[in-house]
């Protein structure tokens, strides 16, 4: 059974009895000769290969109650307990008890299935297989360089991915090249202030990475880290579900986020993923402002102009009055009013209302009359349509997935605009005068139509956000790392709706004798713009965003950059809300 699986039973009680029937086993084995099959610390001044005497682990890795012994709760417990019993650095090999024998390694040490105890980096794709990691191989614990033997080297500047990786002078160059040829085997990467590892590497083995090191004597050096970072929009690590990393001594930095909306995240680990930090610095870019976005092209439909009157004192028939413009705009009958008759009487015809007929505006004019005598008028000018009805700004939070960070945009606009009202149509004319008094007088002209409203606006596009570690329930363990966030990208303005169309030119009378005249009709009313959109919520400034069991971040010194502000919409309601920041944050 791998380590892996151990970790994974599901009880306290099923891990004791499967560690009991393996302690059984290896008694049966092993114990009978205890005299030469157990190796203690006062039996044997060399301890067997990959063994190390307990002083010589860091206070972190002693058996003790930290790592080797039982706690009451069996090996089971919470998940940091179940972090603290994974190997640190320096500890490949751990020291236990077994019965009532002294504490030391087992002759059998470097054989995992016949040590129930021992704990050994995982190695090898997908998790199987063991690799122990030799004292003199772990970087912060020599002083010499790094032995040829001890794993595959990778240097950025002066490597070449057609090495082999296997010794300092035949280092390959990227850390992808590294990770597919160690195969489970440490990975020395050197540091070059000049030069960082420039890639987005999706993890799903297991790996282990040494920073920290002198590119040239291939030495430990203290404070010094080798950078590793990716492309604009791309994370530096992704750890899926398989994969399993412990890193020592990297900066792991993702760039400023460049696209709309785009979020600048630096590692992200899925579900059953084991990441490990130790000095390690993980910072995150700025997040991307969201994009506003443009108001539709063009406007609604344009009214429909009305027609012209006709031409009088040319016959003794009365003459209809020219027609309203037509149109209908979502179902809304919005056409002009027609103009009033040319007559033989001594009043012309009215002209009449125009669509939809509120009494208001829109009104057809009053004819033209012999006694007073008064002229006609002009029909009205249709009112202009009512604006749509606004969306709302975003105020949800967003979410987390393996995609990385998605936020909430503001809502589009929640209606097109109200077309405009139909102008009325024109006062017609009075019969001529002599010696054509019996002939009818011009008729007028009929109104135009209204406009239709413009469509609705978008939403503004939510803020990206600037997230150092984004994990989804994966088991995050941090030593002496430093975890940054920087700022939220503004969520993007609603875009404003698209402009009403104009509305009909009214149409112009008949004409007459001079002393017989008719009207004009009245202009249809413009469109109304369609609603704007809401604003995006601005983007957040999180240390560590997670889901699941709380990380254990007693190891780690987190800062949390400014949150994005919200997109304007249509005032308060229509405005994005601010971004939130957090050292760490639940979803």
Known sequence: MTMRALFEMRSATERDSYLESREREHAARVLPAQTSGLRTKAASSAAAPGCLAEEGLPPTARSGARLGARSEHGLGGSRREERERRAPWGASLLLVAVGATSVGCYNDQSDCSLNPRLLCFSGGTGGTGTTTVNPGCIPNQTGDPIDDACGVFVDAANGDDANNGETKTTAVQTLTKAIAVAKGKPIYACADVAKAFVEAIVLDSDAQ???????????????????????????????????SVTIADVVIEAANATKNGGSSIALLAEGGASVELSRCEVTAGDGKAGETPMAPSGTGAPGTPGVDGKDGCLSVDDLTGGKGGALVCDGADVSGGVGGQ?????????????????????????????????????????????????????????????????????EDGASTGKPGQGGGGGGGAKKC????????????????????????????????????????????????????????????????????????MGGAPGNGDGTAIACSGGKGGKGGTGGRGGGGRGGPSFGIAFTGEAPDTMGATIMAGTPGEGGQGDGAAGSGAKGMTALTQSF
């Open 433 to 504: 005068s002599p010696p054509k008094d019996t002939f009818a007088g011009p008729s007028a002209g009929g109104g135009g139509s209204g406009g239709c409203g413009g469509n609705a606006g978008k939403g503004g596009g939510a803020g990206g956000a600037s997230i150092a570690i984004l994990s989804l329930d994966a088991i995050l363990t941090l030593k002496d790392a430093k975890v940054t966030s920087h700022a939220g990208g503004k969520g993007g303005d609603g875009g404003f709706g698209q402009p009403g169309g104009d509305g009909g």
């Open 342 to 410: 040319g007559l033989t009487a001594a009043t012309g015809g009215d002209g009449s209302n125009g669509q939809p007929d509120d009494g208001v505006s829109g009104l057809g004019g009053t004819p033209q009359k012999e006694a007073g005598p008064s002229a006609c008028t002009n029909g009205g000018d249709g009112a202009e349509g009512l604006p749509g009805d606004p969306g709302g700004g975003a105020t949800a939070n967003g979410t987390l997935s393996e995609s990385g960070y998605t936020g909430e945009s503001g």
């Open 209 to 243: 990475v040494f920073g920290g090191l002198d590119c040239t004597s291939w030495k430990y050096a203290a404070g010094t880290k080798t950078k590793w970072t990716a492309a604009a929009d791309e994370m530096p690590l992704h750890v899926k579900p398989t994969g």
